[in-house]
T-cell receptor
Framework: AQTVTQSQPEMSVQEAETVTLSCTYD???????LFWYKQPPSRQMILVIRQEAYKQQNATENRFSVNFQKAAKSFSLKISDSQLGDAAMYFC????????????FGKGTRLHILP | DTGVSQDPRHKITKRGQNVTFRCDPISEHNRLYWYRQTLGQGPEFLTY????????KSRLLSDRFSAERPKGSFSTLEIQRTEQGDSAMYLC??????????FGPGTRLTVT
């Protein structure tokens, strides 16, 4: 069975600094998608960034980038120039390709931004 | 597009009562998903519809849970004979492609 592990329940970063959130996953599939979702307090979950496993190039979206290490089954999220609005729960997630469509989530990392 | 909407946003019920939640997906999204999120955990998959067909159900979905999506539009999730362990946030998501799921604000259920 596929699993997603986030080993950092909470992290803090100074505003304008860079922070990296860790995620590892376990799967026997060769093709899959990985995601980072953001869930601000009392607000709905939104997609931050997506990585397709067949792509070697790491995905980037403005201040957000990932370090995808397929052999190590590692998928970390780097947030540059942290802003107060980045404070949220961040969930790492996995989905198989061309199978069922469910997403498997990790337990999340709560990110605090210190002014 | 308006986003995914869920109703009600909060529900408090007594143990043993039945509750029903509604999800309205983004227009033209043929895929609809239900997840459950308990405190301190990530969302856990419950069930998935493609159009009106329920294609997968998690083992988390006991016989007390039923979901429908008549005509492939909105969906309802009913919990019969609620238990305290059912207290959670129930999230709905929709998508047009497998690449991204758009989540609603959730319905927070408290069973007393």
């Amino acid at each position: 069975a596929q699993t997603v592990t986030q080993s950092q329940p909470e992290m803090s970063v100074q505003e304008a600094e860079t922070v990296t959130l860790s995620c590892t996953y376990d799967t026997s599939e060769s093709d899959y998608y990985l995601f980072w979702y953001k869930q601000p307090p009392s607000r709905q979950m939104i997609l931050v960034i997506r990585q397709e496993a067949y792509k070697q190039q790491n995905a980037t979206e403005n201040r957000f980038s990932v370090n995808f290490q397929k052999a190590a089954k590692s998928f970390s999220l780097k947030i540059s120039d942290s802003q107060l609005g980045d404070a949220a729960m961040y969930f790492c997630a996995y989905r198989r390709v061309n199978r069922d469509d469910k997403i498997i989530f990790g337990k999340g990392t709560r990110l605090h931004i210190l002014p | 597009d308006t986003g995914v909407s869920q109703d009600p946003r909060h529900k408090i019920t007594k143990r043993g009562q039945n509750v029903t939640f509604r999800c309205d997906p983004i227009s033209e999204h043929n895929r609809l998903y239900w997840y459950r999120q308990t405190l301190g955990q990530g969302p856990e998959f419950l069930t998935y519809f493609q159009n009106e067909a329920q294609l997968e159900k998690s083992r988390l979905l006991s016989d007390r849970f039923s979901a429908e999506r008549p005509k492939g539009s909105f969906s309802t999730l009913e919990i019969q004979r609620t238990e305290q362990g059912d207290s959670a946030m129930y999230l709905c998501a929709s998508s047009r492609t497998p690449l991204e799921q758009y989540f609603g604000p959730g319905t927070r259920l408290t069973v007393t």
